[in-house]
T-cell receptor
Framework: NAGVTQTPKFRILKIGQSMTLQCTQD?????MYWYRQDPGMGLKLIYYSVGAGITDKGEVPNGYNVSRSTTEDFPLRLELAAPSQTSVYFC??????????????FGAGSRLTVL | AQSVSQHNHHVILSEAASLELGCNYSYGGTVNLFWYVQYPGQHLQLLLK??????LVKGIKGFEAEFIKSKFSFNLRKPSVQWSDTAEYFC??????????FGTGTRLQVFP
């Protein structure tokens, strides 16, 4: 069982370039999330999805786009990379417990540097 | 706005010392509480969680946390830390299926 798989693990971009971070989960989770992690700032939610065809903004969505065409995949797109987007990006998915709470399973992360 | 505060940003301990990491949240009403751990170079893993019932929750690797509703707190404890506990620890909170909000994290360094 692979869990949550992210690619690539590392990437260096030039300012203004675009790229897509891929995220796939094989646990049939309805919920999927993208977080960015910056030193001393914890994790900030970029976008999330409660099911295929449904996405919503999190705390820091500017400069990013997402789509959710299937249950398994939740790619994150950077259209015009900026140095402020240098970060480690984590994809996560979750299932809804009987209490209504979600327990997140995280991917291994993608380290992005924009120069 | 809802927030989660972790007041200890960096904690340094010797092996066998006791650990307590603070976590306070600003939500009202019923909440779900989590502690996640991130070992160096790895992704976040669930350490323990509280949804309801006994406010003293036991997790993996000898960790436990106590939910004190009147203090809006969910502090993480371990009686005797090991070098392998060196990691970053994140508290997280949500209500029902709301978005999970993370604290800024506490870096723990344990020296032999």
């Amino acid at each position: 069982n692979a869990g949550v798989t992210q690619t690539p693990k590392f990437r260096i971009l030039k300012i203004g370039q675009s790229m897509t971070l891929q995220c796939t989960q094989d646990m049939n989770h309805n919920y999927m999330y993208w977080y960015r992690q910056d030193p001393g700032m914890g994790l900030k939610l970029i976008y999330y999805s409660v099911g295929a065809g449904i996405t919503d903004k999190g705390e820091v969505p500017n400069g990013y786009n997402v789509s959710r065409s299937t249950t398994e995949d939740f790619p994150l797109r950077l259209e015009l990379a900026a140095p402020s987007q240098t970060s480690v990006y984590f994809c996560a998915s979750s299932y809804q417990q009987s209490s209504g709470a979600n327990v997140l399973t995280f991917g291994a992360g993608s380290r992005l540097t924009v120069l | 706005a809802q927030s989660v505060s972790q007041h200890n940003h960096h904690v340094i301990l010797s092996e066998a010392a006791s650990l307590e990491l603070g976590c306070n949240y600003s939500y009202g009403g019923t909440v779900n509480l989590f502690w996640y751990v991130q070992y160096p170079g790895q992704h976040l893993q669930l350490l323990l969680k509280y949804f309801s019932g006994d406010p003293l929750v036991k997790g993996i690797k000898g960790f436990e946390a106590e939910f004190i509703k009147s203090k809006f707190s969910f502090n993480l404890r371990k009686p005797s830390v090991q070098w392998s506990d060196t990691a970053e620890y994140f508290c997280a909170v949500n209500r029902n299926t709301d978005k999970l909000i993370f604290g800024t994290g506490t870096r723990l360094q344990v020296f032999p």
